[in-house]
């Protein structure tokens, strides 16, 4: 659904997928928010910010970059970001 964020497993890790517009273009990084060390970052708020979009996690409120990770607040805690595309309407992600 745009404008929200699912969670999902490749092999152990808990990766958040977003897709913030109506288009194709989806986003994806940990779900592992790292302050919290709870896989929530899915169920985050999505907002723009100086023109990249971001997330807000759920838990503590650290903003994470949906194109590569960053953290806005704490750049040492950032969280892992992916390689992702739709193809045929199927979401694949490059881990």
Known sequence: MPGSGVCGL???QHIAVFRPYT???VF???NIDPF???SVLSRGLIAEHQGDLWVASPLKKQHFR???GLCL???TRSVAHYDVRVRDGM???KA
Do not use: P
């Open 73 to 75: 607040e704490d750049e």
């Open 91 to 93: 979401v694949q992600i």
């Open 66 to 68: 949906l194109h590569d």
């Open 28 to 30: 994806a990084i940990s």
């Open 36 to 38: 919290a060390q709870a």
């Open 23 to 25: 288009d194709e273009q």
């Open 10 to 12: 490749i092999g152990e």
